[in-house]
């Protein structure tokens, strides 16, 4: 698919000149309404005129006429599962399909946007991983300076955070963020409340529901973060896990938000292995491979329940922003990976229980 910004492009170039659209006129032998026709996209010049206006304007005539690839939403999350899958099996081959892709949709920002997030999901462990997270910040820029569409500026902003912080540059999301964050960006719920206004509760119920989920995951990864950075604190950590564990079981998110809950069983896994808490470390890994067969053999990682009524019908909508960041084939293999691996299981390598898990993880049915 494929956009013209012929009169729009017009309109910059001649502001850009300092002319007025009688002087333009003049040049081009046409009446003031002719150009007024061309910039408000009514009518577009003919071949001639348009070379003669990319000569004026010292421009190409693509440049002049502004055509636009674009792409669909179901388009851009084709491509996007079809290279997160492509990342994990080729990876040096899905890279440079993903450059070619990206300059060939330049001025699609929402495909951008998305690239953004699979370059900076799969830039850790490749062996380009400087070159692919400074390509990251330079489509986040991209994005701030020329979409003009708010929502997406402000996801680009915090992808181009993160892709800085696995830089080891602290310093620049600082200045990114002003040094402070604010309080927590309640643009889903002002939405929610213009809809209350508007008589449209269903959008306003839909829209709480998801703030509220969100909230929800937002809580458990913060104190997730907390217990990391308080790992002398034993305490702490055993009364974190277990608030979690409860909080995750009375709203039920096993069931609404796997990868949470998974985030949560599996630290929880590595903090009983560590304190030599057999029993406490294979009831949860028990609980962490539950949890990975329901984000793996289904297509969707948000689904509504008894109570949160609207997220599947959600996710359905906003297919793109439901998907996970990396293909699940890569999800399954570095998961049984860590457990294999990481230190603090060693000491089970022998026992059935583990084993048990090891193996019903690895017979995980993966639908892509």
Not at 144 to 159: E, H, M, Q, R, T
Not at 286 to 304: G, Y
């Amino acid at each position: 698919m494929y956009k013209m910004n012929t009169g729009a492009n017009i309109t910059q170039l001649r502001k850009e000149q300092g002319i007025s659209q009688d002087q333009l006129a003049d040049f081009m032998h046409v009446t003031k309404s002719a150009v007024s026709k061309w910039e408000s996209g009514s009518t577009l010049p003919d071949l001639v005129t348009l070379s003669k206006l990319a000569s004026f304007f010292n421009v190409t005539l693509d440049e002049l006429a502004g055509y636009e690839a674009q792409l669909t939403d179901e388009e851009i999350n084709e491509i996007y599962s079809s290279l997160s899958r492509e990342f994990t099996d080729a990876p040096d081959l899905a890279l440079s399909r993903c450059k070619k892709l990206i300059a060939e949709y330049y001025s699609c920002f929402p495909f951008l946007q998305q690239m953004s997030m699979l370059l900076l999901n799969h830039s850790i462990l490749n062996a380009h991983e400087q070159e692919i997270l400074r390509t990251v910040v330079s489509l986040c820029d991209r994005i701030s300076s020329k979409s003009g569409d708010p929502s997406l500026i402000k996801n680009a902003a915090a992808i181009k955070a993160s892709a800085l912080l696995f830089l080891q540059e602290p310093d620049a999301v600082l200045d990114m963020l002003n040094g402070e964050s604010g309080i927590l960006d309640a643009s889903m719920e002002l939405t929610a409340q213009a809809y209350i206004q508007k008589r449209e509760t269903a959008r306003a119920q839909e829209l709480f529901e998801l703030a509220a989920v969100q909230h929800l995951i937002s809580a458990i990864q913060d104190f997730l973060q907390l217990m990391f950075l308080k790992p002398d604190d034993k305490q702490f950590a055993r009364e974190t896990l277990h608030r979690l564990l409860r909080l995750s079981e009375l709203y039920h998110l096993e069931d609404v938000h796997p990868s949470s809950t998974a985030q949560i069983y599996i630290t929880a896994a590595q903090f009983y292995a560590d304190e030599d808490d057999r029993d406490g470390c294979i009831g949860v890994l028990e609980l962490f491979v539950n949890a990975m067969r329901s984000i793996l053999e289904t297509n969707s990682v948000l689904c509504s329940d008894g109570y949160f009524e609207n997220l599947s019908s959600y996710a359905g909508r906003h297919i793109m922003r439901m998907e996970l960041p990396r293909s699940k084939k890569a999800v399954l293999q570095g998961n049984i990976h860590a457990l294999r691996t990481h230190p603090c299981f060693s000491k089970y390598y022998d026992d059935p229980g583990f084993i048990s898990c090891l193996e019903r993880l690895s017979q995980i049915d993966i639908k892509e």
